[in-house]
């Protein structure tokens, strides 16, 4: 019995995501009382199993080969399954990314098994995994139990474990090189150049700190005030949806169920009311900061700390501090 995390990597770098699904790999080795093994995919992995080795995990499996250098649905698929043929676990997480959602499918078919995407939580009830995925845009959350035996196999949500929360190890995990076999000649696909994001393209996912403005910012001439204040704390922007649709910000600075989905250390949220569709996309950032004149708005309920006042005298204070 184990929970096996695959991670992903691209060019001899992390996703970001890798590291919040082995978090959520060690809450659940937890409640089932097993090992954490993490699993690394690629060629020339070497440098980054011994990152993961340096987290507190059981252990690291590599699987290192030349046709993993780059990614192929066929190549990961077959990778992963010898992988779970060799090292038989409980249950198999993966970052819920495009990568895992175009081969992850393929793999858990091939062994007649159901896959559970975008999972954001994992409990043990009576000795079963019980998985909690959001349903309705977040409106309702629905208990899964995966039926059969295992492995079970599931993917995790962005935001919702929090990779900082992963401990280092006392000592370094065992590393150990997994003996897998992929023939070239069934890979279909002939991968070119990674797709490359536009020109001034911002990863929300990356940012430590966002400020976010909603209707409440008014009208697009006040948004420069928004910038000012995120130039000021070392942070993006970013909007809720009715800022993006109506052009007052490109989409790539939209965040919510229809956006990108964040996790930052602060995420300050400037006349935004807290619609459900908004939250599901920021609930997971670590301190929550609003800024509404409406004392009944949804986002207080989630919020760290709440600020009853018109926007436009607070931001203006914040930033004239922050610039002393």
Not at 24 to 40: H, I, K, R, T
Not at 48 to 71: F, G, H, T
Not at 249 to 262: A, D, Y
């Amino acid at each position: 019995m184990s929970v096996l995390v695959v991670s992903e990597q691209a060019g001899g770098a992390w996703h970001g995501m890798s590291f919040e699904t082995i978090a959520a790999g060690a809450e659940a080795a937890a409640a089932l009382g097993c090992p954490l093994q993490v699993a690394v995919l690629g060629s020339g992995v070497a440098g980054l199993a011994a990152e993961a080795a340096a987290k507190r995990v059981s252990e690291v499996v590599v699987i290192d080969d030349p046709a993993l250098a780059a990614y192929t649905p066929d190549g990961f698929a077959a990778a992963v399954r010898q992988a779970v043929e060799q090292l038989n676990p409980t249950l198999v997480l993966f970052p819920h990314t495009y990568q895992v959602r175009d081969f992850a499918p393929k793999l858990t078919a091939g062994l007649g098994k159901a896959f559970l995407s975008d999972a954001v939580g994992i409990a043990v009830d009576d000795g079963k995994l019980v998985f909690v995925r959001r349903l309705f845009q977040g409106k309702l959350n629905a208990d899964v139990t995966p039926a059969g035996d295992a492995p079970y196999f599931a993917s995790i949500q962005s935001g919702v474990f929090r990779a900082d929360a992963l401990p280092d190890g006392g000592a370094p995990a065992p590393v150990r090189n997994l003996d897998v076999v992929i023939d070239p000649a069934q890979i279909r696909t002939r991968p070119e150049a990674p797709f490359q994001e536009a020109k001034g393209a911002v990863d929300l996912t990356a940012a430590e700190i966002i400020v976010s403005v909603g209707r409440g910012i008014k009208d697009p001439e006040n948004i420069p005030l928004a910038v000012e204040l995120a130039q000021a704390l070392g942070g993006e922007l970013a909007a809720s949806r009715p800022i993006c649709d109506n052009g007052w910000l490109p989409l790539e600075r939209q965040v919510g169920s229809s956006g990108q989905t964040v996790s930052p250390n602060l995420y300050l949220a400037l006349g935004i009311s807290g619609a459900i569709q908004h939250v599901v996309g920021m609930k997971g950032a670590k301190t929550i900061v609003a800024i509404n004149k409406d004392e009944g708005a949804p986002i207080f309920e989630i919020a760290d700390y709440g600020i009853v006042a018109d926007l436009f005298e607070v931001v203006p204070a914040l930033i004239a501090a922050l610039k002393e």
